[in-house]
């Protein structure tokens, strides 16, 4: 876990209904969901295996291990875990190379929690070479605080990194908004006993108490994170 938090953040959560925001990385703020996809497809296709597009939804928003895992198991490569760890990561670094895409309404929310001093971070299953290439492109300033998936004992699904994070700004998970795309992550931010705002890239996701489904990111601010937390509205 990285963290450049201010005594100014810290003191502008105490005693406010929304104390942090909580966003993911891949396919919630930044366009990139498929660019896993299209790597795992050539890695294994560099194996002699085609990846089936049903196992798309399987492995999208999970951890590394698993992702892999899953692939490994269901095509029957003959490769290890960690090589093939490796192989995507590197393959995933040389699209992200050429810079990374903001999904839609991502820049504007960014700017308006930055004016507002809200506390905010990354919150992603992507290892950590991997997230600061992409703030490279984004902008490590947006966020005081960023959670790796390699940094972390468990990652999503499990509740830890958005735990983590919520200590990290001593804050109470419950009066956290968490933004996420996946059921994955999804899954990760409820157990953890966070708000959340699901904004399905891949697979949908059913609304639920504690949760609303929006389209994009655009239909997203502060005064709507407030509301979340608040149940008003």
Not at 27 to 33: A, M
Request: charged share 20%; net charge negative.
């Amino acid at each position: 876990m990285t963290s450049t938090v201010p005594a100014s953040l810290t003191r502008t959560a105490e005693g406010a209904a929304l104390q942090a925001v909580l966003l993911d990385m891949d396919g919630t703020l930044v366009d990139t969901e498929g660019f896993w996809w299209d790597v795992e497809k050539q890695v294994f296709a560099e194996l002699g295996h085609e990846l089936d597009e049903a196992w798309r939804e399987v492995v999208v928003g999970g951890p590394m291990t698993r992702s892999a895992g899953y692939l490994i198991d269901v095509t029957g490569a003959d490769i290890r875990l960690e090589e093939l760890s490796v192989l995507l990561n590197d393959g995933f670094e040389k699209h992200i190379a050429r810079g990374v895409e903001l999904m839609p309404g991502a820049a504007r929310l960014l700017a308006e929690l930055a004016a507002y001093e809200v506390p905010t971070a990354l919150v992603s299953a992507s290892h950590r070479r991997v997230i600061d290439r992409v703030l490279d492109s984004v902008g490590h300033h947006h966020f005081a605080l960023t959670v790796a998936g390699d940094e972390v004992t468990r990652t999503k699904p499990h509740p830890e990194p958005y735990l983590t994070a919520a200590a990290g700004f001593g804050a109470d998970p419950w009066r956290c908004a968490v933004i996420e795309d996946t059921a994955t992550g999804v899954a990760a931010a409820e157990a953890a006993g966070c708000r959340v705002v699901a904004v399905p890239s891949v697979a949908p996701i059913a609304p639920a108490v504690g949760r609303v489904v929006v389209g994009s990111l655009e239909e997203v601010d502060l005064a709507f994170l407030r509301k979340l937390i608040t149940g008003t509205g």
